[in-house]
């Protein structure tokens, strides 16, 4: 199964494996019509719709573009303080 992300404001779509989103969200009761994140472009979640469809097969012969995790990447987030 295919989980499509899109904006509806900036019109940019992406396509997920649906058991790859389920490995990178932590929360296991995350409502599959609400998008775990913002569009990257835009930067925001208002315009985001989330839907779900099975890909035929002549779609998965000419080649389907899918975005698959690769790696987590955990970062150090700094703040100044005074002393």
Same mark, same amino acid.
């Given at each position: 199964? +295919? ?7 900036? $019109?940019?779509?992406?396509? %997920?494996? @649906?058991?790859?989103?389920?490995? &990178? ?14 569009? @990257? =472009?835009? $930067?925001?979640?208002? %315009? ?8 035929? @097969?002549?779609e998965?012969? =000419? ?9 987590? &990447?955990? =970062? /150090?987030? /700094? =703040?100044?303080?005074? +002393?």
């Amino acid at each position: 199964m +295919i989980i499509v992300m899109r904006c509806n404001h900036c $019109r940019r779509q992406v396509n %997920y494996w @649906a058991s790859d989103l389920a490995q &990178v969200i932590e929360d296991p009761f995350h409502e599959a019509h609400i998008p775990p994140w913002g569009c @990257a =472009k835009c $930067r925001t979640s208002e %315009y985001m719709v989330m839907r779900w469809r099975v890909p035929s @097969a002549l779609e998965l012969s =000419k080649g389907l573009t899918v975005r698959r995790p690769v790696r987590k &990447v955990t =970062k /150090w987030i /700094w =703040k100044d303080e005074r +002393i």
